[in-house]
C-alpha cells in the first residue's frame, strides 16, 4: 500500500510562490507516475501536473503552465511542485496522486493513490 502525505501549504500574497511537497511511503517512488490535482469549493476536481516515473515526461494545463513545476526525486521519495506567480483563482486544495501505469493524463479516475491535501489560499 502507498501512502502519500503532502505539506507546504499555506497563505500568500498575489504574485508570491509556494513548494508544495508530497512524502511517499510503503513503495519507492520510481514505481509510479505522479501529479498534483486541485480541487477549490463548489468545484471539480483539476488537474494541475504529472510527472512520468522517470521525470523525462511532463504534462501541465494551460492555466498553470510557466508558473508551476513539478519535479520529484526518487532518492527521497518525494515529489514537488513548485508553484509562482500565484493568482487568487489558484486558491484550492491541493491533492498529491500516484499512478502504477505510467499514466501522466488528466483523468483523476486514473490515480490510483491518493493524499488527504494541502490548503493554498492566494489573497491580498
Known amino acids: 500500500q502507498v501512502q502519500l502525505v503532502e505539506s507546504g501549504g499555506g497563505s500568500v500574497q498575489p504574485g508570491g510562490s509556494l513548494r508544495l511537497s508530497c512524502a511517499v511511503s510503503?513503495?519507492?517512488?520510481?514505481?509510479?507516475?505522479m501529479a498534483w490535482f486541485r480541487q477549490s469549493p463548489g468545484k471539480e476536481r483539476e488537474f494541475v501536473a504529472a510527472?512520468?516515473?522517470?521525470?523525462?515526461?511532463?504534462n501541465y494545463p494551460d492555466s498553470v503552465k510557466g508558473r508551476f513545476t513539478i519535479s520529484r526525486d526518487n532518492g527521497k521519495n518525494t515529489v514537488y511542485l513548485q508553484m509562482n506567480s500565484l493568482k487568487p483563482e489558484d486558491t484550492a486544495v491541493y491533492y498529491c496522486?500516484?499512478?502504477?501505469?505510467?499514466?501522466?493524463?488528466?483523468?483523476?479516475?486514473?490515480?490510483?493513490?491518493w493524499g488527504q491535501g494541502t490548503q493554498v489560499t492566494v489573497s491580498s
Open positions: 510503503g513503495r519507492t517512488l520510481m514505481n509510479y507516475a
Open positions: 496522486a500516484a499512478e502504477s501505469m505510467g499514466y501522466i493524463g488528466t483523468d483523476s479516475g486514473a490515480y490510483d493513490y
Open positions: 510527472m512520468s516515473r522517470s521525470g523525462g515526461r511532463t
